[in-house]
C-alpha cells in the first residue's frame, strides 16, 4: 500500500481535494473545521513529522500549508487548507503539535491570519508596537511597506 | 517557594560569537532554569518578501545570502524547489558538483562548531585547531569558486562553474589533511574523561521531544532519530554512492559533539568519490530552463544543521508568488525549552551552543532579581567563565 493510498484511507470523507505532484510530494485540501482531525492522524497516528506551515495570499482568499514529512518513504505531505479573505480565523494545532506554536505567531503577524486557542498570540519577528491591520506579506502590501489595492 | 528566588536572565539580543541577534529569557529559581522563552525578528530581513520581487534567477543569490556559513544550504534546497515544480533531472556532473560543495560546507561549518564549543568549554587550544582545519576548507573554497563564503554555484538547473580538473588533486591532498586531523578530534572527544564528565548527560533531548518540536539534523540524530534527507529523499549524487548515517542515542551535548564529527568523515568520504566521479568529464554542467510553468514545488536538503525547505509557488510569470522557506534552526531553537529546563546556568551556554543554533546570542546577561528587585549583570565573558569554571572544577576531581 502507497503512502498517498494510505493517507487517503484514513482520512476518508474528509479529503476534499489531492494532488499528487509526482509520488513524493502529496497534497491534501480538507475543510478548516476539518484541520485538527487531520493533523492529529497524521501528525499522531501516520507519524508524520512536523516541517512547518506556510500560508500564501491568494488575493481572493488565503491558503494555509502544513508540510508533514515521511522520511521512510521520503515524502513530503501537505495539507492545503483554505480561509475566507474576510476575518481569516482557523483551529490552533498546538495541542496536537507543540513546535507549531512559533509558525503560528509569524502566520498571524505577517498574514493577519488568526489561530483560536493559540496560547500566545504575539508578536514574534515584529516588533510590538507594529501598527495593526499592516500584514506584511499579504500582497496589497508593497516591499516598501506601503498599502495598495 | 517564598525563600527560593526566581530569576530572570535575559539573553540577548545580541552576542559577538554567534551569528544572529535573538533574545531569550530563562527562569531561574537560584541557579536553576525552569522555564525559557524565546524571541526572534531583531534583523528580520524579509527575504520571503524580496523573493517575490526578483525574477527566478536572482532568488537563487538572494537566498544565499540568508547564512553567511551555510550559504550553500538555501541555494541548494531552492533549486531542488525549482526542478520539482520543472519536474527537471539536472546532469549528473552538477549532481556531483553540488554534492562536493555542499559537502566541504558541512565539514567547515562543523569544524567552526566544534572550536566554539571548546571554546564555551575552555579548551582554546581545540577552538584554535578546529579553526585553523577549516581554514584550509575555506581555501579551497576559494580555488574551485573565487569566494571563501557565498559561493554562487548553484543556478537552477545545475552549476553555475565546473570545477577544474587541475584543482582536483590539490583538494585531494587538503582532504587527506583533514582527514587525520577530524579523526585526531574526534578520538580527542571521545577518549577525555573531562569532556564527558562536562557534557554526558548535559541538555538532553529524547526523541519526543524531537518529534514534539520537529527537530533536525545533528540534534535529531544525537537522541537517536534515524533521519536524514540526503539517504531518505535522495538528491544531487547522494544515491549514487556509499556513505551512512550517523547517529547516537543518548540526546546531550557530548553526542551532538560526536555526531557531527563523524558526519566530517562521512563528508570526507562522499566528496572523494564524488571527485572520482568527475575526475576529467567534459560533461554538461546544467540544463538549461527557460520558463518557469505555473505550480508548486517543494525542495528540502540536509544543511548541516538539519532540513533546510523551501516552497515555491509560480503563476507563469518570471517571479515566484510565494517562497516559503524553512531553515533548521527554526525548529532546533525551541527545543531548548526541553533542553535548559532543570540544568544549571553554567551549563545554558554550552546548551544553547549545542544545537548549533543561527542566531546571535548576547553581549551581556543580566540576571534580575524578582524578588528583592535587584539587578546583577553578567557580561558574555562572565558567562563563559562559569562555564569554564565548572569544567575547571570535573578537571581538579580527575
Known sequence: MTLFDTIKEQLGCMIKDTKLHNEKRIYITVDKQDIKECADIIFHRLDGRYIIASAIDNCGSFEILYHFGFDRYGAVVSLRVFLEREKPEISSLTDIIPGIVYIEREIWELFGISFTGHPGLKHFLLRDDWPEEKYPLRKNITTGGDICE | MNNKKKVVVPIGPYHPLLEEP??????????????????????????????????????????????????????????????????????????????????????????????????????????????????????????????????????????????????????????????????????????????????KGVGVLTKEHIKNFGAVGPVARASGVDMDIRRDDPYAAYSMMDWKVSKTENGDVFDKAVVRLLECMESIKIIEYSLKAIEGSKAEIATEVREIPPGEGIGHHEAPRGECFHYVRSDGSNRPVRHKIKAPSYTNIPTFKASCVGQMIADVAIILAGVDPCYCCTERLAVYDAGNKKKQMYGFSELVEMSRRKTQQIKQQF
Open chain 2, 22 to 199: 535573538e533574545f531569550f529569557a530563562l527562569y531561574c529559581e537560584g541557579e536553576k532554569v525552569v522555564d525559557l522563552e524565546w524571541q526572534a525578528g531583531y534583523n528580520h530581513r524579509a527575504i520571503e518578501k524580496l523573493s517575490e520581487g526578483k525574477h527566478w534567477d536572482q532568488v537563487t543569490f538572494l537566498v544565499e545570502r540568508i547564512c553567511g556559513i551555510c550559504s550553500t544550504s538555501h541555494p541548494f534546497a531552492y533549486c531542488n524547489a525549482v526542478e520539482d515544480l520543472l519536474g527537471i533531472s539536472i546532469p549528473e556532473k552538477a549532481r556531483y558538483i553540488r554534492c562536493i560543495i555542499a559537502e566541504m560546507e558541512r565539514i567547515h561549518s562543523h569544524l567552526l562548531w566544534t572550536g566554539l564549543a571548546g571554546h564555551f568549554l575552555g579548551y582554546n587550544t581545540l577552538f584554535m585547531w578546529a579553526w585553523k582545519y577549516r581554514e584550509s576548507i575555506l581555501d579551497m573554497f576559494e580555488m574551485i569558486t573565487g569566494n571563501r563564503n557565498h559561493y554562487a554555484m548553484f543556478k537552477i538547473g545545475g552549476v553555475r562553474r565546473d570545477i577544474e580538473d587541475e584543482d582536483i588533486p590539490v583538494l585531494r591532498k587538503v582532504l587527506q589533511d583533514i582527514k587525520g586531523k577530524v579523526d585526531m578530534l574526534t578520538h580527542a572527544v571521545l577518549d577525555d574523561p573531562v569532556l564527558a564528565a562536562r557534557l
